[in-house]
T-cell receptor, first 115, second 112 residues
Framework: EAEVAQSPRYKITEKSQAVAFWCDPISGHATLYWYRQILGQGPELLVQFQDESVVDDSQLPKDRFSAERLKGVDSTLKIQPAELGDSAMYLC?????????????FGPGTRLTVL | SQQGEEDPQALSIQEGENATMNCSYKTSINNLQWYRQNSGRGLVHLILIRSNEREKHSGRLRVTLDTSKKSSSLLITASRAADTASYFCATAVNQAGTALIFGKGTTLSVSS
């Protein structure tokens, strides 16, 4: 069964360092989402891509976060510099079409700890 | 911002019992979805109910939707230890392309 792949699964870094997360969605899924999930909370959308274009990045802290999906397939989320408050689970999801009218398929997530 | 609010925040039951968790939301929706998350893992889609549906079943899961009260409930019948997880409702508003908004979740613990 096709799955969303994410790496690394765990990342520990010191504040002010740069970190990057990678996501490979299910083949053929045009829409890719990055979510941040703080412990004890639900996921919150950071950015939504349709193919290689950003559909929604209104909640992405653009002073330190960047995301790209250059060829409309896999995607990278970067944080530079990392802050203590960035410690969270970063989840990638994909769906065949954009928006919330469809089921989303989630990867296992990357747990980030900033020291 | 989070539109959905699950209730209760935590629920502990014995194997074989039924588990009911509720979700309230604020604005009109296109659909409401329930997801499960095992500890430290990604989310798994359980069921999607559209705004013109009132009830939906999938195996041991039963979901109801009351758009007049802006609420939904998820019933898990004959719970098993493997059902131990966090359950999230997520709402999709009527504007096409707008992403899901997740609630804070209900943590279910099923003991044997």
């Amino acid at each position: 069964e096709a799955e969303v792949a994410q790496s690394p699964r765990y990342k520990i870094t010191e504040k002010s360092q740069a970190v990057a997360f990678w996501c490979d969605p299910i083949s053929g899924h045009a829409t890719l989402y990055w979510y941040r999930q703080i412990l004890g909370q639900g996921p919150e959308l950071l950015v939504q891509f349709q193919d290689e274009s950003v559909v929604d990045d209104s909640q992405l802290p653009k002073d330190r976060f960047s995301a790209e999906r250059l060829k409309g397939v896999d995607s990278t989320l970067k944080i530079q510099p990392a802050e203590l408050g960035d410690s969270a689970m970063y989840l990638c999801a994909s769906s065949p079409r954009t928006g919330g009218w469809n089921e989303q398929f989630f990867g296992p997530g990357t747990r980030l700890t900033v020291l | 911002s989070q539109q959905g609010e699950e209730d209760p925040q935590a629920l502990s039951i014995q194997e074989g019992e039924n588990a009911t968790m509720n979700c309230s939301y604020k604005t009109s929706i296109n659909n409401l979805q329930w997801y499960r998350q095992n500890s430290g893992r990604g989310l798994v889609h359980l069921i999607l109910i559209r705004s013109n549906e009132r009830e939906k079943h999938s195996g041991r899961l039963r979901v109801t939707l009351d758009t007049s009260k802006k609420s939904s409930s998820l019933l898990i019948t004959a719970s098993r230890a493997a059902d131990t997880a966090s359950y999230f409702c997520a709402t999709a508003v009527n504007q096409a392309g707008t992403a899901l908004i997740f609630g804070k979740g209900t943590t279910l613990s099923v003991s044997s």
